[in-house]
């Protein structure tokens, strides 16, 4: 089974603050994502990254960063976190060459900015 | 316009009932889709996907595509109180390794 993991499950952060979330898959895929999810929007790509070293910006990128040193690990970076940083952030992996581009998700990082 | 358009619900049945979750979507270079089931405060898991038109079974639910009338549905038979939960539809194959995907509807399913 593909397994995808996230650093923290709830995370509260005053803003400001420097922020890291990290994921790591076990399954050598090349794409890794990070989303974040809020009530009524759904969905959110932030950022993306289809090998190491690599990134791709996604539909909301503004206030964040990444980082992909190790092909099994993404890192999703605030760099002053914001009360509107508030959210539900999910990792998520999958094969450069698929036939479907399934994706697989970590269990989400609940984080709060006070 | 979205590309994915779910409605939102809260969609509320009886078990044992059968459900009807759709999904309308707008571009047609789009060749796959999905149907994730996401529990409250957890992240999305894989349900079904599938590329082409019809139906393609799996256990009690079924996922239908429509390329004609770019419809996507997922039934449930046998509804199931563990079945609550939101749905979210996404599609796939624009060439970028990415996912269109919907809001999500959530499903209530009581005993």
């Known amino acids: 089974d593909v397994k995808v993991t996230q650093s923290s499950r709830y995370l509260v952060k005053r803003t400001g603050e420097k922020v890291f979330l990290e994921c790591v898959q076990d399954?050598?895929?090349?794409?890794m994502f990070w989303y974040r999810q809020d009530p009524g929007l759904g969905l959110r790509l932030i950022y993306f990254?289809?090998?190491?070293?690599?990134?791709e910006k996604g539909d909301i990128p503004e206030g964040y960063s990444v980082s992909r040193e190790k092909k099994e690990r993404f890192s999703l970076i605030l760099e002053s976190a914001s009360t509107n940083q508030t959210s539900m952030y999910l990792c998520?992996?999958?094969?450069?060459?698929?036939?479907?581009?399934?994706?697989?998700f970590g269990p989400g990082t609940r984080l709060t900015v006070l | 316009q979205k590309e994915v358009e779910q409605d939102p619900g809260p969609l509320s049945v009886p078990e044992g009932a059968i459900v009807s979750l759709n999904c309308t979507y707008s571009?047609?270079?789009?060749?796959?889709f999905m149907w994730y089931r996401q529990y409250s405060r957890k992240g999305p898991e894989l349900l079904m996907y599938?590329?082409?038109?019809g139906n393609k079974e799996d256990g009690r639910f079924t996922a239908q595509v429509d390329k004609s009338s770019k419809y996507i549905s997922l039934f449930i038979r046998d509804s199931q109180p563990s079945d609550s939960a939101t749905y979210l539809c996404?599609?796939?194959?624009?060439?970028?390794?990415?996912?269109?995907f919907g809001k999500g509807t959530m499903l209530l399913v009581s005993p």
């Open positions: 399954m050598d895929h090349e794409n």
């Open positions: 990254s289809y090998d190491v070293k690599m990134k």
């Open positions: 599938t590329y082409s038109s």
């Open positions: 996404a599609k796939g194959g624009s060439g970028y390794s990415t996912l269109t």
């Open positions: 571009n047609s270079a789009f060749q796959y």
């Open positions: 998520a992996s999958s094969f450069l060459v698929a036939y479907t581009d399934t994706q697989y």
